[in-house]
């Protein structure tokens, strides 16, 4: 036993008496933390037919008085020193309501469970939510496209990201990696762009009379290639 200054005056009370008290206080201070949607169970596994002692908030439509549930039953099953609290686990209503829960188990002094809070939080709007963002920002197509504010921005990002397929300078480049550099380029319309040769050929330190030699070459293999699958 222990003696307590509670409500102005001094009062004797037990090890569980005082564990469960601060529980009560804790389940009432989450509640009114997040709201409505959230409920505070503390249980008394003195009876586990009725370990519900106290309810803050009420979302799963027990009342005191309720049994343990099967989760609860399960870990006490266990050891007392093998007892886990859960956290973060789903949890179901008999309406169908889906709840993120959490249990954390209360000890006494001999580090023996005596009973649990268990935290329950309604998150089925935010379930509803989450189908709405997951078809809102989910894609059909994995192209990417870019809003440039500059024709020199969108030529430079292209040659960027055909180089990264070389893993080095432009200026190592031998003549065939040159030319499928071009071939690269071209598939992404590059060369539909003002200036664009001109630009590769810097690039490259060639002229650009030989970009439009590369060129050349791509498409005689183009056409060579489309011979053949009609063959």
Do not use: W
């Not at 509670?6 to 933390?33: E, L």
């Not at 009420?58 to 549930?69: C, I």
Request: glycine share 4%; hydrophobic share 40%.
């Amino acid at each position: 036993m222990t003696i307590v200054f509670k409500g102005g005056t001094f009062k004797i009370m037990s090890i569980n008496q005082i564990v469960f008290d601060f529980a009560k206080r804790t389940a009432d201070s989450i509640v009114k933390m997040f709201g409505e949607k959230c409920e505070v169970a503390i249980h008394d596994f003195s009876d586990l037919d009725k370990s519900l002692i106290y309810l803050s908030g009420t979302v799963t439509n027990r009342d005191v008085g309720s049994p343990a549930t099967n989760l609860v039953l399960e870990e006490l099953k266990k050891p007392s020193e093998e007892v886990e609290d859960i956290y973060n686990y789903k949890t179901y209503a008999d309406n169908g309501v889906v709840f993120k829960s959490s249990t954390v188990f209360l000890r006494n002094q001999d580090n023996n469970v005596i009973g649990a809070l268990c935290i329950n939080y309604d998150i089925n709007n935010l379930l509803s939510i989450e189908g709405m963002l997951q078809n809102v920002l989910s894609f059909s197509n994995n192209q990417e496209e870019k809003f440039n504010t500059s024709i020199h921005d969108i030529i430079n990002e292209m040659v960027e990201e055909v180089s990264k397929t070389f893993h080095k300078p432009s200026s190592l480049l031998t003549l065939d990696e040159k030319i499928e550099f071009t071939r690269q380029l071209e598939e992404k319309g590059f060369f539909l762009i003002k200036g664009s040769t001109e630009y590769i050929a810097t690039v490259f330190g060639v002229s650009k009379f030989t970009i439009y030699n590369y060129l050349q070459k791509i498409h005689v293999q183009e056409q060579y290639f489309k011979k053949l699958e009609a063959d």
